[in-house]
């Protein structure tokens, strides 16, 4: 048990300098702050584990989680007969919500930051906005394409963020980064051609889904450059959700009608849509946790080669699960894709390097 420490009212005064005796209606007992090594042995999941096995089951879990909202919706969408991504879309918002919140709130996991000001709300209602488009764009794609595909062309994120780049803020890259993104459009135009299950919507959506990804990187840079109006991605994911939701429940209620009463009625005859469901958006939100846990334990460089692994090994996956048919052609143009985003990363960071010298 740690004793209360006394303080006086009396303004301008130190409890350890001030010898003189108090009176009981002068003093407030404050309990102790815990010291940060005590916070940590509370509050820190991996305290028993050691710091390369807490590392691996994170990065185990990141990509159990990445790939499992995949194939997940890819069920539901494609399999299981549940044809409403925006819905779905509505329903990961409102999940990553409500974790947010209560991981912030309650668990502290990050510092709660606030919004300061309307601009800055108005920023994060547009950064809200592409995000929308971009993940209700890739669930759509879903119904019509295989998930191998569709890592395929996600794959090409880096052409449409330089693209972007040059476009919104005339940010030129070196000629050998430009170079470096050849193989990676050359490689999805591989995969398109010989795709045995090629559907034109589904295609055109995941490549908006893709080019939404890489201008709200973009945005995201211009808009919240200031210190005073930096998030951290957590309180960023807990503001911009929200505002998600509400963006997609006008346009689920105009394009997929009754949703809502179809959906319980789906539960009353088959409860295992309400384990998906649920599982589904609890999964999505465990995407964006774990992206922040890997960056705190690794690096922002090792997420991104993890994601180019996730790519081939999320295709793989599914093409064992699903049974899709591929093509030899089809896989070289994968990989083609997957070599010029390991060309375009070490490309940059080279070019970031030599900047840096000068």
Not at 58 to 66: C, V
Not at 251 to 277: C, P, Q, W
Not at 304 to 327: C, D, E, H, Y
């Amino acid at each position: 048990m740690v004793e209360a420490q006394t303080w006086t009212t009396r303004r301008m005064s130190n409890p350890r300098l001030d010898s003189t005796p108090t009176a009981d209606h002068e003093v407030l007992d404050i309990p102790v702050t815990p010291t940060a090594d005590v916070r940590n042995s509370i509050y820190s999941v991996g305290s028993h584990l050691s710091p390369n096995l807490l590392t691996a089951l994170i990065i185990a879990s990141w990509f159990m989680s990445n790939i499992g909202v995949l194939l997940l919706n890819k069920y539901l969408l494609s399999f299981y007969g549940y044809r409403y991504p925006i819905f779905l879309t509505m329903l990961h918002m409102i999940s990553c919500a409500s974790y947010s919140y209560v991981a912030i709130n309650f668990l502290e996991i990050v510092p709660r930051q606030h919004i300061l000001s309307r601009k800055q709300f108005i920023k994060i209602f547009a950064l809200s906005l592409i995000f929308c488009f971009s993940v209700v764009c890739g669930n759509t794609s879903l119904r019509y394409i295989p998930v191998s595909f569709n890592q395929a062309i996600g794959a090409t994120t880096p052409f449409f963020t330089a693209i972007f780049a040059f476009l919104i803020t005339c940010k030129k890259e070196s000629a050998e980064v430009y170079f470096a993104l050849l193989p990676v459009v050359f490689g999805i135009v591989l995969a398109s051609n010989s795709e045995p299950l090629f559907n034109l919507f589904g295609f055109l959506v995941c490549i908006g889904s893709t080019a939404g990804r890489a201008l709200k990187s973009v945005v995201q840079g211009i808009l919240l450059t200031s210190e005073a109006e930096k998030l951290h991605s957590m309180n960023l994911l807990l503001y911009m959700a929200p505002m998600a939701a509400m963006i997609l429940l006008p346009f689920t209620l105009y394009i997929e009608g009754n949703v809502a009463r179809v959906t319980l009625e789906k539960a009353k005859s088959d409860s295992f849509i309400v384990f998906l469901l649920l599982g589904n958006a609890t999964v999505a939100y465990l995407v964006n946790l774990t992206n922040f846990l890997v960056t705190k334990h690794t690096s922002a460089l090792t997420l991104q080669v993890l994601g180019n692994a996730k790519a081939a090994l999320a295709a793989f996956v599914s093409v064992m699960i699903f049974r899709n048919p591929v093509t030899m052609m089809g896989m070289t143009g994968f990989a083609v894709t997957v070599m010029g985003v390991v060309l375009y990363s070490e490309a940059k960071k080279r070019s970031k390097a030599q900047l840096a010298t000068h």
